[in-house]
């Protein structure tokens, strides 16, 4: 589309994630009279990357450097602390931008919809990850580990795999990681013992990708159990895997755990298939998790030729403490902006948001990530997508703003008395923290606290010492 002579073309980006950082830099790379606002409500940047990628996988966190790189083109501003329908709302978006992206992701949780979910002592994993990942929502979550000694995480995706290493693995393991302080002090006292993971259709139909589940079977002190039986596939689930090398590596490397000598050692994940839970059980109390009734499963071979877990009505109960339902994430409506219920996305054609799914296009207004298409796929895979989003978004007439000068996004937000956390101030936010990391051997230390974040970013290098929290 050609742009008025009066300015650049000025777009919204809303999440700093992945993302949010690729349709940024797709922008910067296909026209050069571009001004990109990415707002974050965090005073963080990175989303996932920071509060999702499990602390012991650093080298995947390392992706950062690129998004530094597109941060610190002139024509970037980072406005983070700033949450949209908020402190910003919708129609003041309209009215100082060409072109809003919506990149939040999708934060809540998907639910299992059985009895006793909600005890106390069951949680969605996505709520552990970003605790033991210091998100600031999450910093005054009560987690014990003292009283478990089996835990149950429900699912067979890369999540529950975290989750799963992460319960398993010693402190010191995770120790010279960036987890949050909070969470090395519970899992210092955590009793956890078993882990039983629970995959409601067979080792074919598993999410979980083979590097992962390997490093299942690398962690010393750690046996893995699987069934006798529990790897004899379906003609049918080999026939649907046929051109999918991950699926059948996956089951490669579940054969080889299988055939390892049981060692009795300190900690064992259990890997289990064909089984639902059904029923989260309670103590005496009525209140806390006691055990979890599972349901064996049969895979059904569908019309469309998919498989599909059906109860057998032969059911079991595990003793457990600890339930993690690690069935996957869920995107969250923004009010004002079009929802699908069903699919938890924005509905979008390639990235350009519709009133409802199969209706008219808002002008304007684009979506990408997990939120345009589902929870779905690794940091990579938002690079293309993104892409796919700013080629329609170039493509398109856009509305023309009122007022397009980047200071009147700031007039507006000083107006409403927010702290805006710029990109150089999330900078030492960072810096605090890699100091502090230095100190401490450890790759950094995590300000966890929103207060905290927002004194760290105004504080000038030469005070930089550990957080508040660790004075
Ligand atoms: P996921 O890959 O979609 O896995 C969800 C799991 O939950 C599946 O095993 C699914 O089984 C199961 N499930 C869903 N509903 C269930 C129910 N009602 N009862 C029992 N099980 C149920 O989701 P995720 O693990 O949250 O991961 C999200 C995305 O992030 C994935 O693309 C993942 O690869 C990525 N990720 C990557 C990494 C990494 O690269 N290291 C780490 C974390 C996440 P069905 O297949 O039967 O539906």
Redesign the pocket.
Known sequence: MEQSASGPLRVAVIGAGPSGFYATESLLKSREDVSIDILDRLPTPFGLVRY???PD?QK?KSVTKLYDRTASDPRVRFLGNVEVGRDLTLEELSRHYHAVVFAYGAPND?R??IPGEYLEGSHS?TTFVAWYNGHPDYTDWDLSLDDVTTAVV?????????VTRILAKTVEELAESDIADHALAVLARSGVRDVVV????GPA?????TK?LRELGELPGVDIVIEPGALDVLPESLAAIEGDQIAKKNLEVLREFSERPAESRARRIHLRFLA??VEIVADASGERVAGVVLERNRLDVRADGSLA?VGTGELETIPAQLVLR????RGAALTGVPFDERHGVIPNEAGRVLEEVGGERVPGWYVAGWIKRG?????GTNKADAIETVACLLEDDLPTPIDARPEAVDEILAEKGIDVVSYDQWSRIDRAELAAGVEAGRVRVKIVSLADLLAAAVRDDDEVKFPRSRE
């Open positions: 999702g990628v499990a996988h995947l998907r299992l919809g994993a429900v699912g067979v995706g890369n999540v529950a795999v975290d629970l995959g409601r259709r139909e598993a999410k979980f990708t992962e639902s839970p877990a690690s069935v996957g994430y929870p779905t796929g690794l940091i």
